[in-house]
């Protein structure tokens, strides 16, 4: 196992929300967001950092591929289409004027303000995807995502959900819907003004896509109480969702999805995947002639710290503990499996004061990821 620092904060500047994913080619790319003069949710200006590392191992210096002053390029999940080898990373362009849970203004309010700095910037809000086929030329594009009638306009996400970021999104490879892009994303059951609220009012749920990721469509469910989540796709063709939870009882939760993640069902808590309340990530991994799970989180009820592997032989009934990569502050992270180089990739925030101080990068085999 080697352990790299890929981004790091310049003065005030502070790197958020980790998302990895790896392209058939070979190519690795870790996505983050640079917070500008902050660590806060409600940073005025945030930035899309990238890095990318080569077939034969050599990462490049984190870039800034997207961003504009003033403005919010709130990240997503990273995704990569594997039958077209495109890589993107979504995410949603806000022109900031509030954050988003004190809502000072009214809706009208502030699309008026909002429209001002459209205006004078020649920008437009909305959701987009930062894109890629090379690793060298990235590109935006707006997309479109049809909402879920059951949503509603809670924070400043809108009806239609939106990615969150960590957790990568998957190619789906077995079943009726071969192919199909899924990226885990979070919407609004209804509105949501504080952290009480999101225990009724926040849900996991899914975009999918069927064109490769030209339009998405929000998917089902996953439970009212989850916010933040991350999936893999079973030998099965099932749908593992793994869930952050807001009851404050320290645990993880589970869902399952047979339709491509339309729908949810089986939800539960997983009582052997504790929890300080925080983002995490899974991945499906070969192993000995099968495929099995891979988890990581901070493991810890007290405090984001000991950033774990846990791995499932079961497809996410069981949970077993594996390696704690880090005993030091850690907070999200995202996974990756390289098939060329048979490698784990795990990006995650970490550090000596706080669990957001920087963003590292383990590589490690499935082997050393299953070692207690």
């Given amino acids: ?123 437009e809000e909305g959701d987009y995807v930062l894109e890629t086929l090379d690793g060298e030329r990235f590109t935006e594009r707006r997309v479109l995502i049809r909402p879920n009638p059951v949503a509603a306009e809670g924070f400043l996400l809108g009806n239609a959900g939106f990615s969150h970021g960590s957790g990568a999104g998957i190619t789906l490879r077995h079943g009726p819907h071969r192919g199909r892009l899924l990226i885990p994303a979070r919407f609004s059951l209804h509105e949501v003004t504080d952290w009480a609220g999101l225990r009724t009012g926040s849900s996991n749920t899914v975009l999918w896509s069927d064109d490769h990721g030209e339009s998405f469509r929000t998917g089902g469910v996953v439970e009212p109480g989850t916010g933040e989540g991350t999936l893999a796709e079973l030998p099965d063709g099932r749908i593992y969702y ?90 999200y992270s995202s996974l990756a499996y390289d098939e060329k180089s048979g490698l784990v990739f795990l990006l995650y925030e970490c550090g000596d004061k706080s669990s957001i101080d920087q963003i590292d990068l383990a590589e490690l085999t499935v082997e050393e990821a299953l070692e207690p």
């Fill in 242 to 331: 793994n869930s952050r939870a807001y009851f404050g009882d320290g645990f993880r939760r589970s869902a399952w999805s047979s339709d491509g993640g339309e729908t949810f069902s089986g939800q539960r808590a997983a009582t052997d995947l504790i929890e300080p309340c925080c983002n995490a990530a899974v991945i499906t991994v070969p192993y000995r002639g099968r495929e099995i799970l891979l988890f990581t989180n901070p493991k810890s009820t007290r405090d984001r710290v000991d950033m774990t592997f846990s791995a499932s032989f079961d497809g996410g009934e069981t949970w077993r503990a594996g390696k704690c990569v880090d005993h030091r502050f850690a907070g």
């Fill in 1 to 123: 196992m080697r352990i790299l620092n890929l981004f790091r904060g310049a003065g005030s500047d502070r790197p958020r929300i980790p998302s990895v994913a790896a392209s058939p080619d070979g190519r690795v790319y870790a996505f983050a967001n640079n917070r500008k003069a902050t660590s806060r949710d409600d940073a005025e200006e945030t930035e899309i950092l990238v890095s990318v590392r080569t077939p034969d191992g050599v990462w490049s210096p984190a870039k800034a591929e997207a961003g504009h002053a003033g403005w919010s390029y709130m990240i997503g999940s990273a995704a990569v289409d594997v039958e077209t080898g495109k890589v993107m990373c979504l995410f949603k362009k806000i022109a900031v004027v509030e954050n988003e849970f004190k809502k000072m203004r009214s809706p009208e309010e502030r699309r008026r303000l909002a429209r001002l700095k459209e205006e004078r910037d020649g920008m």
